[in-house]
């Protein structure tokens, strides 16, 4: 079956412009998590979605970032005015709960570059 | 003090050689403990998942905790060129979020 599917894979910006990241979850998954790799780090958590609603966002660095998934299944990562610090990869995943027991299935993501 | 600590430096094995990983974390509450492993260009995929403490088998992967010490493990047997990757462990906190160190590259030279 399909696998978390995420677009475009590559974005590159200008500085202070506006972008938009997509997640497919994999189907019938209620949960869904974005979260930031930077070069050479592992992973970190930015928000977890349960259904259409955001149960945890303490992992957004800040104001300019944003995310929906307005019918419980596609969600869409927004950043406001851009900065270079904000190139980095941005990883969803899908669970099929959000139990602590769930595997999470992460898409490939989508390599951010801010000019 | 992040959740979870692992010293990023690369390894390089011949094949055939044991690979041993290690992180260590810090809250003593944790008790889900993962390795993910990324091949490069691509997300994380599950590797190991283990409850507690204790050792965890599968195939030429064995997981294991030791919470007395706060330290988590992972050994590959019989290393293979498939097996060059980054591995990233990780520990389960809050509302199901992952908590990741900072990987390790391995590099197994045919």
């Known amino acids: 079956g399909a696998g978390v599917s995420q677009t475009p894979s590559n974005k590159v910006t200008e500085k202070g412009k506006y972008v938009e990241l997509r997640c497919d979850p994999i189907s019938g998954h209620t949960a869904l998590y974005w979260y930031r790799q930077s070069l050479g780090q592992g992973p970190e958590f930015l928000i977890y979605?349960?259904?259409?609603?955001?149960?945890?966002d303490s992992g957004l660095p800040n104001d300019r970032f944003f995310a929906v998934r307005p019918e419980g299944s596609v969600s869409t990562l927004k950043i406001q005015r851009t900065e270079r610090g904000d190139s980095a990869v941005y990883l969803c995943?899908?669970?099929?709960?959000?139990?602590?027991?769930?595997?999470?299935?992460f898409g490939p993501g989508t390599r951010l570059t801010v000019l | 003090q992040k959740e979870v600590e692992q010293d990023p430096g690369p390894l390089s094995v011949p094949e055939g050689a044991i690979v041993s990983l290690n992180c260590t974390y810090s809250n003593s509450a944790f008790q889900y403990f993962m390795w993910y492993r990324q091949y490069s260009r691509k997300g994380p995929e599950l590797l190991m998942y283990t409850y507690s403490s204790g050792n965890k088998e599968d195939g030429r992967f064995t997981a294991q905790v030791d919470k007395s010490s706060k330290y988590i493990s992972l050994f590959i047997r019989d290393s293979q060129p498939s097996d060059s990757a980054t591995y990233l462990c990780?520990?389960?906190?809050?509302?199901?979020?992952?908590?990741f160190g900072k990987g390790n590259q391995v590099v197994v030279i045919p």
């Open positions: 990780a520990v389960v906190y809050g509302n199901n979020r992952l908590a």
């Open positions: 979605f349960q259904g259409t609603g955001a149960a945890d």
């Open positions: 995943a899908s669970s099929l709960t959000g139990d602590n027991t769930d595997t999470q299935y």
